[in-house]
């Protein structure tokens, strides 16, 4: 452990902690009000809940730093079948908050699997594919077979529905496959079996779409420009009054607890709108470093990705960086109106235990790859000598 310690990658490190405290610190600040107005708990209810969350998720994620990768291939394949289980259960047992029945209610904790299921798509995409490029003779099926469980946790994900997660499931499964060093007649094929998927995926929703959802969420994705024309409507008051927050913030905030916005004009302030609050309190300057401290941890993990010296790692750390920036993208890009909102969580900021423990534990994972990748061109050098 302590050689494990020694090469550990403190830049991000010190990333993941300066912004898990910002993170918790701003939750307190978010959640206060609504605390005690609408909750009726105390003020540091979501802070402590969060509090306890992100520090079992670290101790859980020095645990991860230990396991090589390698080992994942005894577990991935029970995991993603219990996550299949889980999102199948959910419609029978799963508490239905925000009109999508997406969370168990575990009475200290609500746990999502969603948030689970996009790690563990990724470990499973990441062990299948490495085992499989050993193969003389990749067949059709090979390739294919991952896609369609692919596929059943997209399905599952979107009836809930949860847009945003599915959407999220679609990418990072996309993303992988497209960078496989397979041949070129295969991908086309499964490009031309997945082009065919989505224009049946769209004529449904085209034709039974009001059978299968709410009226107002097929709304709030047709419908997300000017929100403030429609500030009395479901698919504007939010994000309108994101706007309002961060123009009440200006440059430098009008100081930490200071937010007006977060008086229930903005009833997720604590969760996917805690950017405007952010840029309300502390300026569009902080806000602004927010997004470059996220890119910088970005542009690191990109840089373990590239050394890595497996199909497996390489999966796993290209994986990891699509899961984070489709979070960073869709949340700031939705409370901003430029997409539709779908309430996707921002990483270590928004209040959410089991999406911070997934991230964290992502990220440790990063770190665990990037321990290998330095061990690994250890060995080349001792070879050479």
């Known amino acids: 452990m302590k050689k494990i310690l020694s090469n550990i990658h403190f830049p991000l490190l010190i990333l993941m902690i300066i912004y898990s405290i910002f993170g918790l610190l701003m939750i307190f600040s978010a959640s206060s009000v609504a605390a005690v107005l609408r ?12 509090l306890i969350w992100v520090v079992i998720a670290y101790i859980v994620g020095f645990v991860v730093l230990i396991i090589p990768t390698k080992m994942y291939r005894f577990g991935s394949r029970i995991a993603m079948f219990g996550i299949l289980f889980l999102l199948c259960f959910i419609f029978a047992a799963g508490s239905i908050f925000g009109g999508a029945q997406s969370w168990y209610d575990m009475g200290f904790f609500n746990f999502q699997p969603t948030e689970l299921a996009k790690v563990v798509l990724i470990v499973y995409l990441a062990v299948y594919y490495h085992k499989i490029a050993s193969k003389k003779n990749i067949t059709f099926w090979n390739l294919i077979f991952p896609l369609l ?8 994900i979107a009836l809930q529905p949860d847009f945003g997660g599915a959407f999220i499931i679609a990418v990072i499964t996309a993303l992988i496959f497209f960078s496989l060093p397979i041949a070129k007649n295969h991908k086309k094929t ?10 049946i995926l769209g004529i449904t929703l085209v034709f039974f779409g009001q059978n299968i959802f709410k009226s107002y969420q097929i709304s709030r994705l047709l419908n997300f420009t000017e929100p403030c024309q429609r500030y009395s409507d479901v698919t504007g008051y939010q994000v309108c009054n994101g706007y309002i927050a961060i123009k009440n913030g200006g440059l430098t905030g009008v100081g930490l607890g200071e937010s007006t916005q977060k008086y229930l004009y903005l009833p997720e302030a604590h969760t996917d709108f805690i950017f405007p609050i952010i840029c309300e309190e502390l300026g569009l300057i902080t806000g602004i470093l927010v997004v470059i401290g996220y890119f910088i941890m970005l542009f690191l993990i990109l840089n373990v990705a590239k050394e890595t010296d497996t199909l497996r790692n390489s999966i796993l750390a290209y994986g990891i960086f699509t899961y984070l920036l489709a979070h960073i993208l869709i949340n700031l890009l939705g409370v901003l109106g430029l997409i539709p909102l779908t309430g996707v969580p921002l990483p270590f900021l928004s209040y959410g235990g089991s999406y911070n423990l997934c991230v964290i534990i992502s990220l440790f994972i990063i770190q665990r790859i990037h321990y290998e990748n330095k061990e690994a061109i250890l060995r080349k050098k001792i070879e050479q000598l």
């Open 149 to 156: 469980i692919a596929v059943v946790v997209f399905l599952l």
């Open 190 to 199: 499964i490009y031309k079996v997945g082009l065919g998927g989505a224009v």
């Open 39 to 50: 909750y009726q708990v105390p003020t540091n209810y979501f802070f402590i809940r969060q």
